[in-house]
Nanobody, 123 residues
Framework: VQLQASGGGQVQPGGSLRLSCAAS????????MGWFRQAPGKEREFVAG????????FYADSVKGRFTISRDNAKNTVYLQMNSLKPEGTAVYFC?????????????????WGQGTLVTVSS
């Protein structure tokens, strides 16, 4: 599976962005999906995850109520809607896919990773 993340850019604090993660090479419909981010000088951290049937979603406490993960299996794409963005949200955002997942925040459980898209939250 090849994953391509897009939709990053610069936005003012309080603004919104929607990230997309498009897959090629294989359908995403049987994969659990996650979004992670890595800020400058920091370790990669879990942001959100969604089960393969969209029946379950998971969020880091830092983004709950502001971010929404969703997927459109017909379009082989996963989305991350980010609202009320804060400066600490500045990071490279990565999408990832896992065939068998026990714990969404564990990055080592993911099999495939996209290249990342940069989000800058600044006035």
């Amino acid at each position: 599976v090849q994953l391509q993340a897009s939709g990053g850019g610069q936005v003012q604090p309080g603004g919104s962005l929607r990230l997309s993660c498009a897959a090629s090479g294989r359908t995403l419909s049987t994969y659990h999906m996650g979004w992670f981010r890595q800020a400058p000088g920091k370790e990669r951290e879990f942001v959100a995850g969604i089960s393969w049937r969209s029946s379950s979603t998971f969020y880091a406490d830092s983004v709950k109520g502001r971010f929404t993960i969703s997927r459109d299996n017909a379009k082989n794409t996963v989305y991350l809607q980010m609202n009320s963005l804060k400066p600490e949200g500045t990071a490279v955002y990565f999408c990832a896919a896992s065939g068998v997942l026990a714990n969404y925040p564990r990055d080592y459980e993911y099999d495939y990773w996209g290249q990342g898209t940069l989000v800058t939250v600044s006035s």
